[in-house]
């Protein structure tokens, strides 16, 4: 079972998510949707393996839905060595702070203990490509290692 | 036993519209869902409002899509509720209604002004460079919009504002990548724009633009920056940091080619009266006992918006109410918020509608599209129908530009759906929407 946690804030994280879970699906293995608002870290180091996704906002910092979960890791700070997770970040080039968020996720989970799979994802809005193209050749070439790490 | 579903129709294919028809689809898989729009096309200020050079914002524009495409709502384009299909008749034959209608108009200035002097408003402007195909900005005789001068006021601190200004500033042959419309751009700017002063009522520490959209500006090749005031020093405040090295209005340097762009803090306008060719815009100052005169060839308003029920053609929203009856978006919140409030609200409401559903609040068992179809048939264009003049949008776009929009109703009508509206189209069906 693969977790595709997803923060966002005008909703594109939960569709690249949604695609994602979908691609994994169709490919054989489970997999299960959670908003990071709904997600309780104390379970995280649990999952095994997650995909965690999540956008950009303001100067560099997480939308709405990240944040409060980013805030309670740091603040209960779980031990995450059982965990494994691949990261996908939204972001928009022209900002400065371009995919600032995923990075800022993933350098705390790295620093609780979890290990990342594979190189982060990226999804630049001001390039024009399909967000849902990017997402799943993303997964796509990382599935067999994530699938064989859920076996 | 399958849980009964109820009928939603949501007026407006705006973002509020759109992400309200995406949380009850995921709520109910099953009920009729339709999205009523007054133009052929979709999105409303996703589309018309956004800058045309911001397209990542507009990049949302595929969960909206996805709706349509995969999830069975249903899009009736080219239907203006009030006018193709009376409210009356909608409500009653749906068991939810969504007002997402958003608001019309600028709301201008609450100053006194002469009548003869030139005030546009902000989101006027912005809708006709982003290819509305309702233009509420003054003509030549020869049909071309009139240029906007040389000299410019722009009156707001908000981001819709700092728009304004980048989109007046910007080298003309950096638009690359954007669908602005070229020709309305060239027709505004036909005259080349040697200043803005820029007129936002707050200290420079409440002032509501983002941080990010004022480095776009002052990122600029083509612009100078000048500041007037700045009556507190702001350390850790970013922008007074950007700003403060500005101080003074920026030079008057007639050999330079550059913009301009003179941001004043605590101005507030007080009147504005008509000086030979120009326009005078009277403005107190926090930090001048006078009050300050700036001849400008035109002044725009970037101070909000409203709805004005005396220039829509299909009645008056505030009449339009009902248990049944619901609100989101900018109409609901007068205008404020950007692109992803409007999904926070969206789930908000969603939910209070399910509730109230749940809890038998609500009607049930009306009769859903098919009761309304027959009055709709003559107008109706289906996502299909606005798939084909996106094809064809994309198919025309110039080199460097993203997209060419279509910006007569007719001609979008006869693209959508050439064997139903024909080649010549009339254009009595459109409505004033600005
Ligand atoms: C110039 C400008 C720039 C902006 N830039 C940004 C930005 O960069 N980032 C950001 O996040 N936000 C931005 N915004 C804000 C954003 O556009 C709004 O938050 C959002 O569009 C509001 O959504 P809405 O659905 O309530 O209204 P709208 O988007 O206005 O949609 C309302 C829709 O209802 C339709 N309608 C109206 N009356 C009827 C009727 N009687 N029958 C059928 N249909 C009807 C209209 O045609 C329209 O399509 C900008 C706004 C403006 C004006
Ligand atoms: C107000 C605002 C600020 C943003 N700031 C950044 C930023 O600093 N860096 C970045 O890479 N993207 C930034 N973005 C772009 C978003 O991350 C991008 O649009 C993304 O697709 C949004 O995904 P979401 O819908 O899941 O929130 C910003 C977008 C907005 C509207």
């Given at each position: 079972m693969i977790k595709v946690l997803f923060g966002t804030e005008s909703g594109n994280s939960e569709m690249a998510a949604e695609d994602i879970a979908q691609y994994i699906r169709d490919s054989g293995e489970s997999a299960q949707l959670v908003p990071m608002e709904d997600c309780d870290v104390s379970e995280l180091a649990g999952a095994g393996l997650a995909i965690v996704i999540t956008s950009t906002y303001g100067e560099g910092e997480l939308p709405e839905t990240t944040q409060p979960f980013y805030d309670s890791l740091a603040e209960i700070r779980p031990d995450l060595s059982a965990l494994k997770f691949a990261a996908f970040g939204l972001g928009d080039s022209t900002y400065e702070t371009y995919g600032n968020g995923i990075d800022v996720v993933s350098a705390l989970l790295r620093e609780l203990g979890a290990q990342q799979v594979g190189d982060t994802g990226r999804h630049d809005a001001a390039k024009g490509l399909a967000l849902s193209q990017v997402a799943v050749d993303w997964v796509r070439k990382y599935l067999p290692e994530l699938g064989r790490l859920a076996a | 036993m399958v849980e009964f579903q109820p009928s939603i129709a949501i007026i407006g294919s705006g973002p509020a519209g759109c992400y309200t028809a995406q949380f009850l689809r995921k709520e109910w898989p099953h009920a009729e869902i339709c999205v009523f729009e007054a133009l052929p096309v979709p999105y409303g200020l996703l589309r018309y409002g956004v800058a045309a050079d911001h397209q990542g914002t507009k990049a949302v524009a595929a969960q909206f899509d996805r709706l349509f495409e995969r999830e069975n709502v249903r899009f009736a384009g080219n239907v203006a509720v009030g006018k193709n299909l009376a409210f009356e008749e909608l409500a009653s034959n749906f068991d939810i209604v969504v007002l997402a209608t958003g608001l019309n108009s600028d709301r201008g200035l609450t100053a006194e002004v002469d009548p003869s002097s030139r005030v546009l408003g902000a989101g006027s402007l912005l809708k006709a460079l982003n290819g509305h195909p309702e233009v509420d900005l003054p003509l030549l005789p020869n049909g071309a919009l009139t240029p906007l001068g040389e000299r410019l006021a722009v009156v707001g601190n908000g981001n819709v504002a700092m728009d304004?200004?980048?989109?007046?500033?910007?080298?003309?042959?950096?638009?690359?990548?954007?669908?602005?419309?070229?020709?309305?751009?060239?027709?505004?700017?036909?005259?080349?724009?040697?200043?803005?002063?820029?007129?936002?009522?707050?200290?420079?520490?409440?002032?509501?633009?983002?941080?990010?959209?004022?480095?776009?500006?002052?990122?600029?090749?083509?612009?100078?920056?000048?500041?007037?005031?700045?009556?507190?020093?702001?350390?850790?405040?970013?922008?007074?940091?950007?700003?403060?090295?500005?101080?003074?209005?920026?030079?008057?340097?007639?050999?330079?080619?550059?913009?301009?762009?003179?941001?004043?803090?605590?101005?507030?306008?007080?009147?504005?009266?008509?000086?030979?060719?120009?326009?005078?815009?009277?403005?107190?100052?926090?930090?001048?006992?006078?009050?300050?005169?700036?001849?400008?060839?035109?002044?725009?308003?970037?101070?909000?918006?409203?709805?004005?029920?005396?220039?829509?053609?299909?009645?008056?929203?505030?009449?339009?109410?009902?248990?049944?009856?619901?609100?989101?978006?900018?109409?609901?919140?007068?205008?404020?918020?950007?692109?992803?409030?409007?999904?926070?609200?969206?789930?908000?409401?969603?939910?209070?509608?399910?509730?109230?559903?749940?809890?038998?609040?609500?009607?049930?068992?009306?009769?859903?599209?098919?009761?309304?179809?027959?009055?709709?048939?003559?107008?109706?264009v289906d996502f299909r129908g606005w798939k084909n003049i996106d094809s064809h949008e994309l198919a025309t776009a110039n080199p460097d530009r993203c997209r060419r929009k279509i910006t007569d109703v007719p001609k979008m009508l006869s693209i959508a759906a050439p064997s139903k509206f024909g080649q010549q189209a009339k254009s009595g069906n459109m409505i004033r929407m600005v």
């Open positions: - | 304004t200004i980048r989109i007046l500033s910007k080298p003309l042959h950096n638009f690359q990548g954007s669908d602005v419309d070229d020709k309305r751009l060239s027709e505004l700017r036909a005259e080349r724009v040697r200043s803005i002063d820029v007129f936002g009522r707050s200290p420079i520490s409440n002032a509501k633009f983002d941080l990010s959209m004022l480095k776009e500006i002052l990122h600029l090749p083509s612009v100078t920056i000048g500041v007037t005031g700045l009556t507190e020093a702001l350390e850790g405040c970013q922008r007074y940091q950007l700003l403060s090295q500005h101080e003074s209005p920026a030079s008057d340097g007639v050999s330079d080619s550059r913009v301009r762009v003179t941001f004043h803090f605590e101005a507030d306008p007080l009147c504005v009266s008509k000086r030979g060719d120009r326009s005078l815009l009277t403005v107190r100052r926090s930090t001048q006992d006078l009050p300050s005169e700036f001849e400008v060839d035109t002044i725009i308003t970037a101070t909000g918006f409203e709805n004005k029920h005396c220039e829509a053609a299909t009645g008056n929203v505030e009449d339009w109410v009902g248990k049944n009856v619901f609100r989101t978006g900018w109409l609901s919140r007068n205008g404020k918020g950007t692109v992803a409030e409007n999904r926070r609200e969206a789930k908000a409401v969603s939910q209070a509608i399910i509730t109230q559903f749940k809890a038998g609040d609500l009607p049930v068992c009306a009769k859903g599209f098919a009761a309304i179809e027959k009055t709709i048939e003559p107008y109706v």
